[in-house]
């Protein structure tokens, strides 16, 4: 196979060294320092960082939620039965539908740098619609999660969930989830489907602390959650049961942005030595966007983290809530990375904003941007 | 010349009635109503907008200051001093070094949809590098503004501001401003600086109010200028005076992100009817951005807009702030507007982060995006 050097800008590996160039072969980073390739990108004072990691979306739905959006800005709050519009309208689309639109979504998050993406199902809520969005959600990412716990659907809501439509979604799915929130599930309900899932060997995430305090962290401590997402409000004592358990806060700037909501507490997480993830919450609800460098431009303004803290929770970060090997550029790693126009990745947050994807490598690869290279030997 | 129909999704021009298709020939918009055309643009489903305005930025610089931003984020407060950083690599950079940038950041303007852009002088602060700026600027775009009274510089700087620099700059430039501000210069001394301009037929606009209250926007209501920029501290009493003479609000939400500063109280300006304009202010201090779609989201998040006054804002409350007949698709018009990937204008702020700028044409020409248009006759 080809092997390709980069070289001529600042490289984030996260290895403990800097790296002076970039090599990739067979997929890989095989080294750190600059060889003889058969091809070369100059990168020509660009930085080269690691490809995003997002480890909370939402990409298969239909319908669409703009009215809600506008009113929402016009003064109206959030609540989470806003959810239920989408249920309806990704019910009355065809699996074709959902998977053209969920296709289109990815190519958008993979154009502005995300490599690794979780999806959710969720609009469903019966045991045939939840089963066709993780097929769909298949088609798009090897990191599934079955959410058929977002919003309650009638009497008897949980023991479906927990039986035949677990049973449905459990070869299709890598995780659960749960949405622990007054209105949604409550922490005992959450404990009973997180556990069905988890004794199906699916990683556990939760929807936790998004609107009000409550026991969601706590629970996903309990659990050894991989991740609690959201994690608006929390105490100090969810933040030492979350550190002791290595449960990674996913952070999703970007739905308190678009519900004009409270900031999650980044810097107290970060300051107890929690694992912060950042991602999209990438929905039609209440996080319409997928631009991984949007969220760390909001990161860095809103939640206070420096430019290298949110560049890393989008991406190691996220690796971590997913338990997956990604996220980073060191030797041996998959090269997944994104040439940014810009000479270091802190203008991810000063150019807020302004697309700098310039290209986009996915297992050593050129997916998206125009190839610029030179052949060399 | 070429006439080109653009059907099959929501137009927005400003004008009165609801237009059901755009129809351009010799560079203007000749028609709202579908007709025979020599080429078809089928938006199918996507939506048409006027080109944004952008009616404040400092495009003509040299240097970084990605470290002063870094630190910033880190806790410490943006004072006007830095602008000195700036002054000194600008005036180190050869104009062709300048002017590659400036058309560098220029082009970044017109793919994310601006195609009408104000471009100010101020980090010369000498009479031949203040000139050389503006002609920096002249070949970029017509709206060039001469601010030599950015941040004083030594004994006399008003003299020379109003004497040989204004001698030197009034030929390449429309207007005239000056940051009235602590640390800057005080209202006397604006009064002075742009009363000499004016003097010389250049339009008026001042940096007012930004940093804390004071004189600057009643005094850009006293000389009738065309806009008082940033004000982000104003009492009732400057918000009447601009209502009566008929000063518009330039508000740059961006550079209260980029500073973590607080927004300004766009509500009060809009309920007491003064014209408010967006811009980017982009300048590599206070708001490296160039995206108006940015600022059109984040106005509607922090500014309280709705995403129709934010669009109004970003287009036709930018042109009267430039004095230009801009912004709007109204029969008559130049043909500069822009396609966006999405059903309707909201999606600006609904989906931010997101670049959903499929094309950008201007005086008729597609400019920007890919060509997707098929021949009718």
């Not at 922490?187 to 009973?192: A, F, G, I, L, S």
């Not at 996903?220 to 609690?228: K, T, V, Y």
């Not at 430019?307 to 970060?317: I, Y």
Request: proline share 5%.
């Amino acid at each position: 196979m080809t092997s390709t050097l980069f070289r001529g800008g600042s490289i984030t590996t996260w290895a403990d060294e800097p790296a002076t160039a970039l090599v990739l072969e067979d997929g890989l980073v095989v080294s750190h320092d600059e060889q003889p390739c058969d091809e070369v990108v100059e990168l020509d004072g660009r930085c080269v960082v690691p490809g995003f990691v997002d480890s909370h979306t939402h990409l298969v739905f239909g319908g669409d939620r703009t009215a809600e959006f506008e009113s929402r800005m016009a003064g109206i709050p959030y609540a989470a039965g806003g959810i239920r519009t989408t249920v309806a309208a990704t019910r009355a689309a065809s699996t074709e539908e959902l998977a053209s639109r969920a296709r289109r979504l990815a190519d958008e998050c993979l154009r502005s740098g995300t490599t690794t993406i979780e999806v959710k199902s969720g609009y469903g809520l019966t045991v045939e619609d939840e089963r066709r969005l993780l097929e769909v959600a298949r088609g798009i990412t090897s990191h599934t999660t079955f959410l058929g716990a977002h919003v309650p659907d009638g009497d008897g809501y949980v023991d479906l969930v927990t039986g035949p439509m677990l049973d449905a979604c459990a070869p299709l799915a890598t995780a659960v989830d749960a949405f622990c929130e007054e209105g949604a599930f409550d922490v005992d309900q959450c404990r009973e489907v997180l556990s069905a899932g988890r004794a199906r060997g699916l990683a556990v995430h939760l929807h936790a602390n998004q609107l009000r305090p409550g026991g969601g962290v706590r629970l996903a401590a309990e659990l050894g959650a991989l991740s609690a997402d959201h994690c608006t409000h929390v105490s100090d004592e969810d933040i030492t049961a979350m550190r002791d358990a290595r449960v990674a806060a996913v952070l999703v700037p970007a739905a308190e942005f678009s519900t004009r909501s409270p900031y999650a507490p980044a810097r107290r997480l970060l300051d107890a030595a929690v694992t912060v993830a950042l991602a999209t919450d990438c929905n039609p609800g209440t996080s319409f966007t997928t631009s991984m460098p949007f969220v760390i431009a909001l990161a860095v303004r809103e939640l206070r983290l420096t430019p290298l803290e949110a560049l890393r929770a989008a991406t190691l970060g996220g690796a971590t809530a997913l338990a997956v090997d990604a996220g980073h550029l060191r030797v041996g790693a998959h090269a997944d990375l994104v040439v940014l126009d810009a000479p270091s990745p802190a203008h991810l947050a000063y150019r807020p904003g302004v697309d700098l994807v310039a290209q986009v490598w996915r297992g050593g690869t050129l997916v998206s941007g125009p190839a610029a290279r030179s052949r060399c030997r």
